[in-house]
C-alpha cells in the first residue's frame, strides 16, 4: 500500500516535498497537493536562497535551473531624497564568507515556484513510468476540516491517518497531512486549534507592501535603491534585468507596524483600503521618487502587502499533520531565510520519511522534529537590533546611518566581516540521507 500524502499548499516547499519524495522511492507514494488559487502561484517579488539551501538545490540537480532565471543584482544603494547614492552594499564577492544581503541566488519567486513545480511533475512522470502514482495536483481547492484518526480503518499496521473534507465537499482518508500553506497557515490552525495557531505567530515589528511599477531606463540598473525616511520608514525599487521594477514600501516602527495592523484589518482589507492606507503613511515624503511609488501604487495589479513576524512551535507535528516552511517555523523576511528554511525543512522531511518504515511515521515526525530544530533556532536569531536598526526614527539617525555606511563600506569593513563569517547558518550540518538518493 503506498503512503497517502496531502500537501496543503502549491508554493515552493510543498512542490520540493513532491520531487524529493518521488524521486525517493517512485512507487512508495501517492502524492496530492492542493493549492487554494486556481492555478500556480507565480506571484511575489525577489527572493534568494542561501546557506544550507544551496547544497540542497544542489543535490536535486536544480541549480542550472534556478541559475537560469536568476535575478542579476550586483548591490544595494543607499541614497538621500534626490537619489544620490550615499554608500553602496555590493556582492560579497570575495569567493570566501557569507553572501551579502544580494546573494548570489536572487531570485523572482514566481520563477522559484515554477522550478519546483515542473521538477515535481517530471519526477511524478518518471513515477508513473516505475508504476507509482505520483503527484496530483488540485487547483482552487482548499480543506475544510481535518479529523485526526487512531488506526488506519483500512489498513490498521499504519497505526493513524486523518480524515480530510475538501472546500469542494470530497472527503478523503490520508495517513500524513504536510500543512505547507505560509506563515498564517489554515492547516496549523485546524490541527492547533483556531486561536492557539494565530498565537505562535510573534511579529517582528515590520510591515511591508509589495508591488511592480513600469521600468524608467533612466533610473533603474542592477544596483537596487533604498531611500530611508524619518519614522523607521524605507522605500526601496529593485529593478535589474527585468522589464519592470519591483517597488517595496517598509514601516519598521512599532507603534506605526500596530496602527498598520488595525487599518488594514490585519490584510483583510479590499487591495484599493490597503493602497490608501499605505499612500497616506508615506504621503508626507519629498524625495524624488514620490510620483512614482503614488503613480506605481494607484495602477500596480499585484499589491501585497504583509506584516513579518516568526512562527514558533513546540512541536512542528500534531499526530498525523505536520508543517513545512513558513507555515512551521517561519523566520520572517527580515532573516532572509525564508526560502532557505522551507527547501532545508522539505529535505530533512523526505529525508525522515525515506529513512523510516510505513508503520513508522510517528518515528519519522518525530525525528524530523529533532534534526531540524537547531537549524530553525539559528535562522530565527535576527541580528541584534533587526529590523529597527536598520530604519531611523529621525532625521539625524539617517545622516548617522549613512555616514556609518560610507565608512564601514569605503574601509572595505563590510566584505572584511562577510568572509570571515561562515556562509552555513550556525555550523548546522545538512544530514545525509542516502535514502533519497540525491547527487552528493
Ligand atoms: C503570493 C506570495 C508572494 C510572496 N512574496 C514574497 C516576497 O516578495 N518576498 C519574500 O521574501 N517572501 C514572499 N513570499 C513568501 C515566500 O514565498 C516564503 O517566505 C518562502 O518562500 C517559504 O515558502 P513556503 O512554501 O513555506 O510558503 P509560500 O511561498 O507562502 O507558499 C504557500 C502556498 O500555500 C498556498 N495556500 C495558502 N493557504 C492555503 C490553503 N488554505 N489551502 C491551500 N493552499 C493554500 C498559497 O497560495 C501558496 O501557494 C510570498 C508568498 C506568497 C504566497
Known sequence: M????????????????ATLLLRADPRRYTITVVERYAELRTG?????????????????????????????ERGMAFVDKAGRAKFQ??????????????????IMRGDLVRVLYDASLAASEAARKQGGAGVTYEFGVSVESISQIETHEKDGRRGGGVDVTFSDGRQRR????????????????QAWGDQAGRDVFHTVHSYTAYFTVPRVEAEDSDIAVV?????????AFRANDRPTTQCYLFC????????LRAATGGAHKSVDE???????????????????????????????????????????????????GD????????SGCGTTASLVGAYVLAGELARHTDDDVQGALEDYDRVLRPFVGEIQKLPPGAPKIGAPQTAWGIWFFHLVGWLITSLKIDKLVLSLMPEDKGGWALPSYPELKLAE
Not at 519598521?252 to 496602527?259: I, Q, T
Not at 507555515?327 to 527580515?334: D, E, K, L
Open 2 to 17: 503506498p503512503l497517502d500524502i496531502l500537501i496543503v499548499g502549491g508554493g515552493v516547499c510543498g512542490p520540493a516535498l
Open 44 to 72: 511575489g517579488q525577489q527572493i534568494d536562497i542561501r546557506a544550507q539551501g544551496i547544497p540542497v538545490m544542489r543535490k536535486m540537480g536544480l541549480l542550472g535551473a534556478v541559475r537560469d532565471v536568476v535575478v542579476h
Open 89 to 106: 552594499l555590493t556582492v560579497n564577492d570575495t569567493g570566501k564568507g557569507q553572501q551579502a544581503f544580494t546573494s548570489e541566488y536572487e
Open 174 to 189: 490520508f495517513d500524513l497531512v504536510v500543512g505547507a500553506d505560509g506563515q498564517g497557515s489554515r492547516t496549523r490552525r
Open 227 to 235: 531611500y530611508h525616511m524619518p519614522g523607521r520608514r524605507m522605500i
Open 252 to 259: 519598521n516602527d512599532p507603534g506605526s507596524c500596530a496602527e
Open 274 to 324: 490597503q493602497k490608501q492606507i499605505w499612500r497616506d503613511f508615506f504621503q508626507d515624503t519629498d524625495a524624488w521618487c514620490r510620483e512614482r511609488v503614488f503613480e506605481g501604487l494607484k495602477n500596480t495589479e499585484d499589491f501585497y502587502s504583509h506584516e513579518a513576524g516568526q512562527v514558533k512551535l513546540e512541536s512542528y507535528s500534531r499526530g498525523r499533520v505536520t508543517l513545512l
Open 327 to 334: 507555515a512551521g517555523y517561519c523566520p520572517s523576511p527580515v
